[in-house]
């Protein structure tokens, strides 16, 4: 309990003193025209209340990702604590607020078009395809899921009880949400999802005092305690916890809202304050989901109850070993018994309109991504339905395509993309130095993430089974020696640059 108090006030402190340091870093103008006000066409650009901008960003970075990879993070012990605080206020939230915010100086311009300028053609047109794949892959995922989760609560044998009318539904959402403009759909319904996650992150909090349970602390937080990974806790849980701590997604959807900004001076509590409430959100999760498990009833499993929480926390999610592990599971059952029925209103909104507003930001997203890179003005329906047609085609066919080997990949993906946005700001600050030859050692805000990251991608996709499977001294050697040589890559190249 003394670990997760400490990591609460740590994440807050982490907004209010390194937050305010990383804005000075950057440098925000609150006189500077934002795009919203230059490039306003009604669509994509207007400016939009700050509140409402805050709680669109948080649900846009957030869906399930702050809940779902929380819970199978904490399998591996309390080091997710440490990993959600250190990743997410020098890492996470350093990563969103300078990319929504040189999105802004770039008049908001999407992520392969920044990541291009800073490090050369190939790297926008690698992030562009990165890009393109990711968001079309949240999509596609997102109708899925929710849209099983939709008819297995409705069930019967009713048109409600089939998956196929669900996915129809929530595909057909999608393509509004993609098309209108953000104020007229996005922008009514996203800040009501906002406020219930938040709201549902308070009454667990209030659930972790008021019931039975207990929850490890810092000192075995150095040690894998996975019931059934064999993977070593560094890199396995930097993989499994992305939303929380560090997540490439999120550079994909800060220049949605880059667009909406009103002033440069809201940058920090936007971009930055929205990834520590993730943090929040994740760490209030990770605690809830391990404190739940520890006392709740595991003989009807055939367990004696004398387990440790997280073989305790697994059976919960596999059912007593039954059926795969989903943590929606735990989500439904956690919430109904700690807030009854409230809670379950709550879990449904948690485990079905959270990836709902994923996915529907991914594929507006992927259509802004498209269109910046073709030059293709967004101000017409038509226009909008021109470029979003194949990205909805491919997002229906993959649906129909399993997963379950494709997406082992995805967390991966999804980090490499953060490395590589981390190495972008890191050059476009060393480039700004270098101009106003101000701030020599400003890059270090992200070379620093940039260079945990690049490790922690490179020893994954060595050492995981989906990868090249050595062993973790090989693993951490070969991953170790990637990124000294990309850091010296970095350094002769800055070198260069103050030399003119």
């Not at 649900?59 to 819970?71: H, R």
């Not at 916890?241 to 997604?249: H, K």
């Not at 485990?351 to 930001?361: E, H, K, L, Y």
Request: with cysteine.
């Amino acid at each position: 309990m003394i670990t997760f108090i400490a990591s609460l006030l740590l994440l807050i402190l982490g907004y209010v003193f390194y937050g305010a340091f990383v804005n000075k870093v950057f440098g925000a103008d609150p006189k500077r025209q934002t795009p919203c006000y230059a490039s306003q066409d009604g669509v994509d650009y207007m400016p939009m209340p700050t509140w409402k901008v805050f709680l669109i960003q948080f649900l846009n970075i957030a869906g399930t990702g702050p809940i779902f990879g929380a819970i199978q993070g904490i399998l591996f012990g309390p080091g997710a604590y440490l990993w959600i605080v250190l990743g997410c206020i020098f890492g996470g939230a350093v990563h969103d607020y300078m990319s929504g915010m040189i999105s802004m100086r770039k008049n908001g311009a999407s992520l392969p078009e920044i990541v291009g300028d800073e490090l050369g053609s190939t790297a926008r047109f690698t992030l562009r395809i990165m890009s393109l794949v990711l968001m079309i892959l949240v999509g596609a995922v997102f109708v899925t899921t929710p849209a099983g989760l939709l008819a297995s609560m409705v069930g019967g044998d009713t048109v409600l009880g089939e998956n196929l009318f669900w996915v129809i539904l929530v595909f057909a959402y999608y393509l509004l949400a993609t098309l209108l403009p953000i104020d007229k759909l996005i922008g009514r319904i996203y800040p009501i999802f906002g406020v219930a996650l938040l709201v549902m992150a308070v009454g667990l909090v209030y659930g972790i005092f008021a019931n039975p349970g207990a929850m490890p602390e810092i000192t075995e937080a150095f040690s894998n305690h996975h019931p059934t990974s064999t993977m070593p806790i560094f890199p396995g849980l930097c993989i499994t916890i992305a939303c929380g701590a560090v997540s490439g997604f999120h550079a994909t959807q800060s220049p949605m809202m880059a667009r909406c900004l009103k002033n440069e001076k809201y940058g920090r509590p936007i971009f930055y304050g929205a990834m520590i409430t993730e943090g929040l959100v994740a760490l209030i999760w990770a605690a809830a989901a391990i404190s739940f498990a520890s006392s709740f009833d595991v003989t009807k499993f055939g367990m004696t109850g004398d387990e440790a929480p997280y073989e305790k926390l697994w059976a919960i999610m596999t059912n007593g070993g039954t059926s795969n592990a989903n943590p929606a599971v735990l989500v439904n059952v956690l919430c109904s018994t700690w807030l009854g029925k409230v809670g379950a209103v709550l879990a449904i909104l948690g485990v079905v309109a959270a990836p709902i507003t994923s996915g529907d930001t991914a594929l507006r997203s992927a259509r802004l991504i498209a269109a910046d890179f073709m030059h293709y003005k967004q101000n017409k329906i038509y226009k909008r339905l021109l470029l979003s047609l194949p990205i909805f085609v491919i997002s229906g066919v993959l649906m129909f395509i399993n997963f379950d080997i494709l997406w082992r990949y995805f967390a991966w993906f999804n980090q490499s993309l953060a490395a590589l946005t981390l190495w972008a700001i890191t050059v476009w600050l060393t480039k700004r130095s270098v101009a106003e030859r101000t701030k020599p050692f400003a890059c270090l805000i992200s070379l620093v993430p940039a260079l945990w990251m690049t490790i922690v991608c490179s020893t994954y996709i060595l050492i995981a089974s989906e990868g090249f499977q050595l062993t973790p001294f090989f693993s951490y050697l070969i991953g170790g020696l990637i990124t000294l040589g990309v850091l010296v890559w970095f350094i002769l190249w800055a070198k260069k640059q103050f030399a003119r």
